[in-house]
């Protein structure tokens, strides 16, 4: 089930660079803002819930907590390292759509740290019971 849930999110969450070619597909500048946008918002769910699986392997309150700092810095880290991408055109009338693609990139990557983490978190955890069960024996 784990394995399932992490391969569902690595394939279907993260924007694939498809996706962003599709929105170039689209003609004017608006549209294709929107089409961005769109697929930013729908990977921000996506990391909501994997970060809710994540949090839900860990142990308790206090990883979560942990967690959650952690998220929130990265999203900043996100926003700032986007508007360092994208200084040059941010005067330009495409800013907000080359910012909201940079947006999509970004979140992509840390979907894919983060469905690798749990596909670890999920191998050592199976690890240490086999040696466990083997000492109890």
């Known amino acids: 089930m784990k394995r399932a849930f992490a391969l569902a999110v690595l394939l279907a969450g993260p924007a694939a660079a498809g996706d962003l070619k599709s929105c170039a597909q689209v003609s004017g500048e608006q549209p294709f803002g929107d089409c961005v946008r769109k697929l930013d918002a729908r990977d921000l769910a996506a990391m909501r819930a994997l970060g809710a699986k994540i949090k839900q392997q860990g142990e308790g309150a206090a990883f979560a907590k942990v967690y959650d700092a952690a998220d929130r810095a990265w999203l900043a880290y996100r926003d700032r ?13 495409g800013f907000g759509s080359i910012f ?9 990557r840390r979907q894919i740290y983060w469905v690798s983490f749990l596909f670890k978190l999920e191998f ?11 000492k109890r024996h």
């Open 81 to 93: 390292e986007c508007e360092a991408k994208t200084f040059e055109s941010r005067t330009g009338s």
């Open 124 to 134: 050592f955890k199976s690890q240490f019971s086999i040696i466990f069960l083997l």
């Open 100 to 108: 909201a693609a940079c947006l999509v990139e970004m979140n992509e």
